[in-house]
């Protein structure tokens, strides 16, 4: 009998786990960047991942993996880490596919997808309005990230612009009301054009703002690092009914 992942969560912290065991994948996330210790700048993922027993999250700290580890696959993971209370996946990893489908109860299946959905949005409100939005000239360079412009000049790489040859970046405040308290966050650019696509904004109008506050309020749902939103999206009437 292969084990559990009941039984993986009861040993100690930091374990390696080299016996094979089979697990279905619920939900994946996106790629995101991470820092190494020694700096380094690497890409990671994270899945939700049950058997019959047990549901956790699973960290893959090997982007190639990306393409074996999906929604709905059954794979067989040896040699893997059992870290404060999640799986770690490294290069070192054996991810296998596997066919034959584990039983699963509904009640886990469940629970394993609502897992990924509060961390990716952990928080909830209510965008009541913009403030301070300012479309500026950026450098394209993506070390520079989107540094603004200096008379057409990238005050960081040097890098020296026409009047088209550059990209638009964006700054604005929100005001968010949660457990009826008012917030003031900051957006950047990536947060500004998932608004504009969930709202249908265009983000080319001169008028943004103003067309931003006519879709308002809505709810929304985020992630923040203390005063910026890092992720955003507008919630449709299904994810407010439905969580
Ligand atoms: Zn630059």
Redesign the pocket.
Known sequence: MSPSLLNCFTKEKGTLITEQITVKVIDVLPLEKYQKRNGESREMFRASVCDATYVCITNVYDSKKVTIIQPNKVLILEDFYIRNGEISITSKTNVFKAGDPPEIPDDIIDKASLLLRGLQFPYRGLLRGIADLHRYKC?I?G??RK?KLQENK?P????LYTETSSEYAFVGKLSVETDSENNTYTIFTPQVEQLCTDLGCNIKSTSLEDDIVQKLSVNIKFKKNGEKITKISVETSVDVHGF
């Open positions: 450098c360079n070390r520079c540094r990238c960081k790489c040097g890098r």
